[in-house]
């Protein structure tokens, strides 16, 4: 039974499928004719979405009724543009327009199983995210793949997945660095084949949620205005001439990968212009983006504390960039290996196509968990503490930390009650950055809050005893117990009853339209 591995972009997205032998394939779409689809959602009068490329198409011409970029605003509970959907202006959580994308993926991938593959349709995924996603955004991804009709067999960080694809060799460290449009992840993974046959991410990853391509793609429209003398702030952000403007930027940004100069084309209601840019102009305006990369792959060489890297995989479509290629050479290649060749350093190969297809790897191997002696030791970016007190003083004490592999079996700790015939206890459970085991609580915003209404009577100092797990997908498990109360839980619960339903009530056009 084949599965798919999907690759959800902040700006492009695809589908790989691993059959039961092992052999992967993108598949290709059959109104785009390619791999990869646009991550963008538009909205029909009647409020039927439709996605792709017709969607970045309409987002050129009727901006209030499309959107995208929406991976960038998983940390949010609404994204920040307003849509006019079936008559009504309204904001969208992000769980709305992703399990959009991720429902077109799954139909016509599906599609293209059964008739051109001749076999049975699946429901099992595995979904990609950045390595910086923290516990919301990892579960809203997850939740916008069930609300699609999926089956999450698991969510892979994004550099792990291009590190399984790339077929690393027994003992090799590789530094993947993963550049897409909206977010740049930077994983260290050696495949330990000797001791136990698993892909071991060694540190703690390093990312930057909001960097990536769009960002190169800004700068150059904004260089491109001020070279026409056009204000930027008089053009709406949201509108359609910004659409074109980006669109134009992408486009310019490709070419100059390849030439040293471009013409950029500036269609504006007062303004027609065609303005010169060459690649020198474009690398001077975009440097502080490369020094800001360069930061992330020097944090996640100090989170593995200083590995030996054999070599450095480059994926996603913006590591194309020659900046990018050059400046990885100057800052690291001579402290990492004195005595090897640029080429034989880094490897850029397949980078479009490298994350769906290491998912969909991935995929096989947790569906044949009986068949398959492969492990696959992730890493999230997050420490997870709870609010104690010490000393009359408010602290976080990490029980999951930042450098354990995602999955993390039962762990356990007591507190103790604070004061005679006390009702109740907060748990209270706090995301942060540390891999202390305590850190000062200064967060405004918990991760999530509980309750465990305590026995009659019970005495100061009596054991509260907690026992904490991590799953798979990221989703931290937690059982409270005092005598005979107890509570269990888990921190996925960070969409409201009114999302979920708006989103299933989307979902249901696009069904009803595939039929």
Known sequence: MSVFGIDLGTTYSCVATCDSRGHVDMLTFEKERTPTIPSVVGFLDDGTPYVGQKAKNGLMINAEKAIDTVKREMNSEYCEKELMINGI???????EPSSCILRYLYYHANKTLIETYNEKETNKVVVTVPAAFNDAQREKTKLAAELAGMEVLGLLQEPTAAAIAY?????????????????????????????????????????????????????LVLHALRKANVDPETIDRHGRYWALLMHEAENRKIELTDNIETQFSITLPEVTQIVPIRRSEFETITASLVRRAVKVVEKAISNANNAVIDRFVLVGGSSRMPMIIKTLEKEFL???????????????????????????????????????????????TRSYGFKALRQSKEIVMNIIYADDNCVVDNRSFTLTTRRDNQEKIDIVIVENDSIEDETVFDCANPLIIKSLKLPPNTPQGTDVDFIVSRDKNGIVHVEVGCGSNSISFQTKEIAEDYIIKQVKETIQKMINKEN
């Not at 202006?89 to 769980?95: A, V």
């Not at 090799?172 to 046959?197: A, H, M, R």
């Not at 490298?354 to 030791?377: R, T």
């Open 89 to 95: 202006q309204r904001k969208l959580s992000p769980i």
């Open 167 to 219: 077929n690393i060799k027994p003992e090799e460290t590789i530094l993947v660095f993963d550049l897409g449009g909206g977010t740049l992840d930077v994983s260290i993974v050696k495949y330990e084949k000797s001791k136990s046959n698993s892909y071991n991410v060694l540190g703690t990853p390093a990312g930057d949620v909001h960097l990536g391509g769009k960002d190169w793609d800004e700068a």
């Open 334 to 380: 001579s402290k990492i290996s004195n005595h090897r060749l640029l080429k034989d350093w880094i490897s850029l190969e397949d980078p479009d196509y490298a994350i769906a297809k290491g998912a969909a790897k991935y995929a096989a191997i947790v569906n044949n968990k009986d068949k398959n002696d492969i492990e696959v030791n992730d890493k999230t």
